[in-house]
């Protein structure tokens, strides 16, 4: 069959992927009863270069279609050199930056309190953590060869923080000394611990520490304890006095008297807690409540499946979880969800003192610029020293510091009032009888029994309704 003169070629198709990285080209198919056409490599180089096909041309595949031509179908003749991109830098660290301090729901349901881990530990000299620094990527060429840049990469500024030592390559950090170790946001701190492996009685005696505190063994006869930090205690806890700015961890629960005391600004958590008075400025989570008083100004949760509060009084601003309260006995129990009427009308004693304090503070600033006036008035050039001024200066600083101090408390009641506005309590079990409930400043006396309810607060005062298992989550 004879072949077509060029003139009489239908031209080679070229087809460019719109990320410009591959080429192909279509032979065109032989029109019926006429021979099919012979492209040469210099007619499909030709092609390429008036669709401006310059980089990355495979001159194998090329020639292959030429010698062995495949008509209406497209094949790759050019192929891009894809953008290779970087690695931003990225720190390694060689210590646990999660830390679970929520116990352990055991498939019974019963809550396994020993798996908590309170803080993580570092020794003196040891890695905490690598800087691997960006790598920048490579750019790409596209079959057009136009280039195709790569995406910068940064590195990472150097970790903030105290208690570690950067290494003069910027590479590794290496803590200066044994302590607890932890990460918040892009800064690493290091702390002093108090450790004691013991059982802290009269032989340690009392524990006063700007850190946190870790007892291995339990606590008794009568010590005290205060941390700056957390507090962590593994063994039992018996009559003693536990104060943290931090978070209280009793891992083996308290067995009190009279003069136990257990305090947190943070949170508390314990296995069992009985005859102790509780306070906690956040939440609190523990299995048992034995005749005991425990407030806090956040949530206490009590959902395992053998949690109780029998005897006592229980408060919480944000509301009670709890499985079953009471008993068949009908020991008097306490549970208040919300902020109670004593704490409402202190809010109001607090605004009346804030008030007094901002019109006293005003009389003084009032009496400081008329006694400036006078003294413009009288030509005194002296009148800044002058000893009256002085005692009205050191009045109003003491006001003011006074009156900032007042509204911040003011401030901190009003938000335990917001907080509680949706306040309930919530039992997955049984309610007995001799309980009272309250929810802010309602409160009602339970007389007969009740299962899986929630006490809330309505126009009509407190409301018993069905509890969802959703509520529980």
Known sequence: MAELDNDKKAPIQVRITDDKMRAYVTLPRPLPGQP???????????????????FGVIQENIQELSKEPIYGR?????????????????????????????????????????????????????????????????DGTAVTGRRVPAKRVRDL?????????????GLT??????????KQRDRITI?????????????????????????????SNGVSIQ????????????????????????LKGVKGGDRTQISARGNITAEYIEYADVYAGGDITADVFFKSNVRCDGRINLSGKRSSVIGGSMSAVEGIICYNIGNEFGVKTEVYAGVSKERAQSIEV???????????????????????????????????????????????????????????????????????????ILIKGVVNPGVIAGVN?????????YKTVEFRQSPEGIKIEKALSEDFD
């Open 441 to 449: 400043e309602n409160v009602i006396t339970i007389n007969d029994v």
């Open 157 to 169: 500024p150097p970790i903030g923080g105290k208690g570690f030592t950067r290494s003069e390559d």
């Open 227 to 250: 941390a700056k930090g957390s507090v962590t205690i593994e063994g039992t806890v018996e009559n003693c006095s536990i104060n943290a700015f931090g978070d209280i961890f009793l």
């Open 74 to 138: 497209e094949y790759l003749v050019a192929q891009g050199k894809e953008v290779s991109e970087g690695v931003p830098g990225e720190y390694e660290y060689l210590f646990s930056t999660d830390i679970n301090r929520k116990p352990k729901v055991l498939p019974d349901g019963s809550v396994d309190y020993m798996s908590i881990k309170t803080i993580e530990t570092i020794g003196a000299g040891e890695t905490i953590a690598i800087y691997h620094p960006a790598v920048q990527g490579e």
């Open 350 to 424: 607090q605004k009346q003192k804030v008030e007094v304090l901002s019109s006293h503070l005003q009389s003084i600033i009032d009496g400081l610029q008329k006694f400036d006036d006078i003294m413009e008035k009288s030509g005194n050039k002296d009148a800044k020293s002058d000893p009256r001024r002085i005692q009205l200066l050191r009045a109003k600083i003491q006001e003011e510091a006074t009156l900032t101090d007042e509204k911040v408390k003011l401030s901190s009641l009003q938000n335990l009032v917001k907080r509680a506005a949706n306040a309930k």
């Open 173 to 182: 950090y290496t803590a200066d000394y044994s302590g607890k170790i932890e």
């Open 191 to 219: 702390s002093p611990v108090y450790e004691v492996r013991e059982t802290v009685g009269v032989q340690v005696g009392d524990i006063d520490f700007a850190g946190d505190v870790i007892i291995h063994g339990g606590v």
């Open 36 to 54: 099919p056409a012979i492209y040469s490599t210099a007619d499909i180089v030709l092609a390429l270069q008036a669709k401006n096909v310059v």
